[in-house]
C-alpha cells in the first residue's frame, strides 16, 4: 500500500497530470497530513507563501539561475492542473508545513553539461522529461539490455497493457477514471513502478541515485519533526526508491563531494505552449488547454469543450451551429464506445470536431489545436515575488508605458511623433541591445518615412533567464544598454558590426554610448582600407542620420564619418569593380545599390524632412544639420556611376546597374539608354555578358519591367537581341534571363508577353499620350489640389 499504519503518504504522480492532480486533492483530503514535502529545490521553501497570494495565476515556474553566471539556470513548470500546484494550494490553505525536496539547485546547477529545462535530472519517467526514462524515444527493451538508453515507464506499462499509444493509455487508466478509494490509483502506480525499477533499475539515468538520496535524508528529518503526518508528492518512477530501505550513511555518501554554485530562485510566468512537447520543453504533454479544460471544468467536460470550439470556429468566420456542437457530441461519444474508452479523449473529440464543424479539412482543426488544445495562456506572479533589479526596472517600464507581456503574438504599430511610442520604441530597441528579443522589428503598413514602425511582440519564460543574463551590465534597461553598447564598441572588429552597433544606439536613444560607439567606428573606418567593406557600412550610417530627426539626436559627428566614409567609397568603388567574377559582381551589386541609396540619404539630410512622405516639414530641433559635402556628393556619386557604365572590364551586371541608377536619377536621357543597351547587346558581346547587362538595367524588384511596358524602344532592343542568340548560347544564358524577369509582377510579365505578341518597334518611343492612362505632361493645378489635406495629414501651415 503507499500508505501503511506506520508510514508516510507517497503520492507518485505523472507532471502535468489533471488526473494526478485530483487524485492528490482526494488523498491530501482524506489523510489531512501535517507537512507535505514536493519535488523541487529546497532553495524555493521560502517562495512557497506567494502561492497564496492573488497576484500569482498558473502557469508559473520557479526559475533557479547562477549568481555569477545567469545563462545556467533552470525552471521547474507548474500549471492549475499540475498536481505540485494543487499539493502547495492545498497545504497553504490547510496551515500545512510545505518543503521541497529535491536536490538542491546549487548542485543542479553545478554540473558542466547543459540541464534540460523542467525538473532537472528528473527521471520519474512519467512526466516524459528529456533526461528521464524514454524521453529520448528509445525502446525500453534496449535500456533494459544495459545499453545505457532511458526507459519510458508509462510506454512500458501501456506495452504490457495492449496499448501501442502511452498517452492513449494513461488517459484511459488516469485522466477519464474516478475511483472511489482516493489511495487507490497510488497504490497500483506504486506497484507498477517498483516492477519496473526492480527490473530496470535507474531507468538509465545514474543521477536519479543522487537526487533520491537526498529525498530519502528529507523524509527522514520530517518524520522526525511530525511522525508519519507526512505526504510526498513525487514522480511516480522516485516512489520505489523513497520505500527502499537505506541508511542515512550510505546516502550521505552518494552526496559527498557534488559541486555547489550560489544560487537564487523566484517564481515567473510560465507559458501553456511552454508546456507543450512540441515547443522542445522536456516535461511537455501534447495538450495543455485540454488538460487545464478538463481540470477546471465542474461537469460536462465534452459538451463543454465543443462550445469552445464553436466560439473559436465562429471568431473565424466559419458557419458553426449548435446543432453541429450537438452531433459532434454524439460523434465523440460514438466513436469513444467503439474504441472500448472509458470517455472521449483527446482522439475521439478531434475526430468529431474534424468531420462534424470543418467539413474533413485539417486546416480549421490545425486552428483548434493551436489556440485551443495547446493555448496562449500566460500566467502571472505577484509583484513581492523576488526579482534582479533590471527586471524591476523592466516591469516598472511595462506599466508606465501600458505595454503588457503576452505569450500570444502581436503585432503592434508605432507613431514615433507620439511621447509614449517614442518611449515604447526606445525600450524595445534597449532591450534588443541586451539580447531580450521580446519584440522583432515587422515589416508595418508601407511607410517612407521614419515616424513609423512596427513590431511583433511575444513573451516567452526563457527571456527571464535573459533579463537575469543582463542584469550584468546595469540596474536599469537604459544603463545596462549602455554599458552594453560601449563594450561591442570596444570589442568590435568589423566595420559592418560598428555602424549596426551605432544605429542600435541611435534608434535605442542611448546618446551617453554614442561618443565611445562613433570614436570606435571612426577608428575602424579609418584603418579598412576593403572597399566592400565600407560600402556595406555606409547605409547603416546614412539611415542613422534620419533618425535625428524623429529622435531629435545631435547626429553631426555621425554626419561627419558617414561623409568621410561616402568620399572613400566614391575614389575606391570603381577599381574594385574590375575584373570580378559572377559571385563577386553579385555581391558588388548589392552593394551599389546600398550606396546609391546612402548617398540620397545624406543628400536628403541636408535638405531636411519635407520630403519624407510620413515626416512633417519643418526639422525637428536637435536634427543633424548639414552633411559636410554632401552639395557635391551626389554629383561625385555620379560621376562614379557615369565611370562604371563606360568600362569594359567592369562586369555586365554592374554597368548595366550602373546605367539604370543613372537613369533613374534623371542623369541619363532615354536616348542615351537606348544607345548604352544597343553597345551591350550588340552581336560582339557574348550572350552571357549581355544577359548579365539586361539583369542589371531591368532585373530585380527595381521597377524594370515596368520600365520595358513604357519604353517600347527599349523593350525592342531586348526582344530582338533575345530573338539572335545563337542557339547554343541560349541554354546557358536562360537561367539568368529566367531569374530577371520571373521578379517581375504577374501584371508586367502578362503585358509583355501582349506586348511582344504585338511587335514593339524598335523605333522612338510611342509619345506618353499613346500610352494608356498616362497625359502628354502633369497636371500641376490637379497635383495642388492636394496639399491642403496634406498640410492637415501632417500639421503644417498652408504657405500663404
Known amino acids: 500500500m503507499t500508505r501503511s499504519a506506520a508510514g508516510p503518504l507517497l503520492l507518485g504522480v505523472r507532471h502535468h497530470g489533471p488526473g494526478s492532480a485530483r487524485a492528490v486533492r482526494a488523498a491530501l483530503e482524506a489523510g489531512r497530513p501535517k507537512a507535505l514535502l514536493i519535488e523541487g529545490p529546497p532553495e524555493a521553501d521560502g517562495l512557497v507563501g506567494l502561492a497564496a497570494q492573488e497576484g500569482m495565476r498558473p502557469p508559473v515556474a520557479l526559475l533557479a539561475h547562477a549568481v555569477d553566471d545567469p545563462?545556467?539556470?533552470?525552471?521547474?513548470?507548474?500549471?492549475?492542473?499540475?498536481?505540485?500546484?494543487?499539493a502547495i494550494r492545498w497545504a497553504l490553505g490547510h496551515g500545512a508545513e510545505v518543503r521541497f525536496i529535491d536536490l538542491p539547485a546549487a548542485h543542479t546547477l553545478a554540473v558542466t553539461e547543459p540541464l534540460p529545462e523542467g525538473h532537472p535530472g528528473d527521471a520519474d519517467g512519467t512526466d516524459g522529461t528529456s533526461d528521464g526514462p524514454g524521453a529520448d524515444g528509445e525502446g525500453p527493451q534496449d535500456a533494459a539490455r544495459g545499453r545505457g538508453l532511458r526507459v519510458d515507464p508509462v510506454a512500458e506499462l501501456a506495452a504490457a497493457a495492449g496499448y501501442e499509444d502511452a498517452e492513449r493509455w494513461w488517459e484511459d487508466v488516469i485522466e477519464l477514471r474516478g475511483s472511489a478509494d482516493p489511495f487507490a490509483p497510488f497504490d497500483a502506480l506504486a506497484e507498477a513502478m517498483g516492477a519496473l525499477r526492480e527490473a530496470y533499475g535507474h531507468g538509465g539515468h545514474p543521477r536519479d541515485l543522487v537526487r533520491e538520496a537526498?529525498?530519502?535524508?528529507?523524509?527522514?528529518?520530517?518524520?522526525?519533526?511530525?511522525?508519519?503526518?507526512?505526504?510526498?508528492?513525487?514522480?511516480a518512477w522516485h516512489v520505489p526508491a523513497l520505500r527502499r530501505a537505506s541508511t542515512v550513511t550510505a546516502d550521505r555518501a552518494l552526496l559527498k563531494g557534488l559541486p555547489k554554485v550560489r544560487t537564487e530562485l523566484t517564481w515567473v510566468p510560465w507559458t501553456h505552449r511552454r508546456l507543450a512537447r512540441r515547443s522542445g520543453y522536456g516535461a511537455g504533454i501534447e495538450a495543455p488547454g485540454w488538460y487545464a479544460h478538463l481540470f477546471t471544468v465542474p461537469d460536462r467536460p465534452l459538451e463543454r469543450w465543443m462550445t469552445k470550439v464553436a466560439g473559436l470556429l465562429r471568431a473565424e468566420d466559419l458557419a458553426v451551429s449548435s446543432a453541429h456542437v450537438i452531433e459532434a457530441v454524439r460523434l465523440a461519444d460514438t466513436l469513444?464506445?467503439?474504441?472500448?474508452?472509458?470517455g472521449a479523449g483527446l482522439a475521439e473529440t478531434g475526430d468529431a470536431v474534424r468531420a462534424v464543424m470543418c467539413d474533413g479539412s485539417d486546416v480549421?482543426?490545425?486552428l483548434v489545436r493551436d489556440r485551443l488544445v495547446v493555448g496562449d495562456v500566460l500566467g502571472t506572479v505577484p509583484d513581492g515575488a523576488p526579482a534582479v533589479p533590471l527586471q524591476r526596472d523592466l516591469s516598472r517600464l511595462q506599466r508606465s508605458l501600458r505595454l503588457k507581456p503576452e505569450a500570444e503574438q502581436r503585432e503592434l504599430e508605432l507613431d514615433l511623433r507620439k511621447d509614449n511610442d517614442a518611449a515604447r520604441s526606445r525600450l524595445l530597441h534597449r532591450l534588443r541591445l541586451l539580447g531580450v528579443d521580446w519584440g522583432a522589428p515587422a515589416t508595418g503598413r508601407a511607410s517612407t518615412g521614419t515616424f513609423r514602425e512596427s513590431w511583433r511582440l511575444r513573451w516567452e519564460p526563457e527571456l527571464h533567464v535573459q533579463v537575469a543574463e543582463a542584469g550584468v551590465w546595469g540596474t536599469t534597461v537604459e544603463a545596462a544598454a549602455t554599458a552594453r553598447a560601449e563594450a561591442r564598441a570596444a570589442a568590435a572588429q568589423d566595420l559592418a558590426a560598428l555602424t549596426a552597433l551605432a544605429e542600435q544606439c541611435l534608434l535605442a536613444g542611448l546618446s551617453e554610448a554614442l561618443p565611445a560607439v562613433l570614436g570606435a567606428l571612426a577608428d575602424r573606418a579609418a584603418l579598412d582600407a576593403d572597399v566592400a567593406h565600407l560600402a556595406q557600412a555606409l547605409p547603416a550610417l546614412a539611415r542613422s542620420l534620419r533618425y535625428g530627426d524623429v529622435r531629435a539626436t545631435d547626429t553631426t559627428a555621425l554626419g561627419e564619418v558617414a561623409a568621410g566614409l561616402a568620399e572613400r567609397v566614391c575614389v575606391g568603388l570603381p577599381p574594385a569593380c574590375t575584373g570580378l567574377?559572377?559571385?563577386?559582381?553579385t555581391e558588388m551589386r548589392g552593394h551599389l545599390d546600398g550606396v546609391h541609396t546612402a548617398v540620397g540619404l545624406l543628400h536628403d539630410a541636408t535638405a531636411g524632412p519635407a520630403g519624407d512622405g510620413d515626416d512633417p516639414a519643418p526639422a525637428t530641433p536637435g536634427a543633424a544639420p548639414a552633411t559636410p559635402g554632401a552639395a557635391t556628393l551626389v554629383d561625385r556619386w555620379a560621376a562614379v556611376l557615369r565611370r562604371l557604365v563606360g568600362r569594359e572590364r567592369v562586369p555586365g551586371v554592374l554597368r548595366g546597374r550602373a546605367?539604370?541608377?543613372?537613369?533613374?536619377?534623371?542623369?541619363?536621357?532615354?536616348?542615351?539608354?537606348?544607345?548604352?543597351?544597343?553597345?551591350?547587346?550588340?552581336?560582339?558581346?557574348?550572350?552571357?555578358?549581355a544577359a548579365a547587362w539586361i539583369e542589371g538595367f531591368v532585373g530585380g524588384a527595381s521597377g524594370g519591367g515596368l520600365l520595358l511596358v513604357h519604353d517600347e524602344r527599349l523593350l525592342g532592343l531586348v526582344d530582338g537581341w533575345l530573338r539572335a542568340v545563337p542557339d547554343e548560347a541560349f541554354t546557358d544564358v536562360l537561367p539568368l534571363l529566367r531569374r530577371t524577369f520571373s521578379a517581375y509582377e504577374p501584371g508586367v510579365r502578362r503585358t509583355l508577353g501582349e506586348l511582344v505578341a504585338r511587335g514593339p518597334a524598335a523605333g522612338p518611343a510611342r509619345p506618353a499620350a499613346a500610352i494608356p492612362g498616362f497625359a502628354t505632361a502633369p497636371d500641376q493645378e490637379r497635383a495642388d489640389g492636394v496639399l491642403p489635406l496634406l498640410h492637415l495629414i501632417l500639421g503644417t501651415e498652408v504657405p500663404a
Do not use: H, I, N
Not at 521547474?76 to 494543487?86: G, H, Q, Y
Not at 534623371?666 to 560582339?684: C, H, V
Open 214 to 235: 537526498y529525498m530519502r535524508l528529507q523524509l527522514r528529518a520530517a518524520r522526525k519533526e511530525f511522525g508519519d503526518d507526512v505526504a510526498v508528492v513525487c514522480g
Open 71 to 86: 545563462g545556467r539556470a533552470a525552471f521547474w513548470p507548474m500549471a492549475e492542473f499540475s498536481p505540485e500546484w494543487v
Open 581 to 585: 567574377d559572377t559571385d563577386a559582381a
Open 336 to 342: 469513444a464506445a467503439m474504441r472500448g474508452r472509458p
Open 364 to 366: 480549421p482543426l490545425d
Open 659 to 689: 546605367a539604370r541608377l543613372l537613369l533613374d536619377e534623371g542623369r541619363l536621357d532615354e536616348d542615351d539608354a537606348a544607345r548604352l543597351m544597343g553597345l551591350a547587346l550588340s552581336p560582339g558581346t557574348p550572350p552571357a555578358d
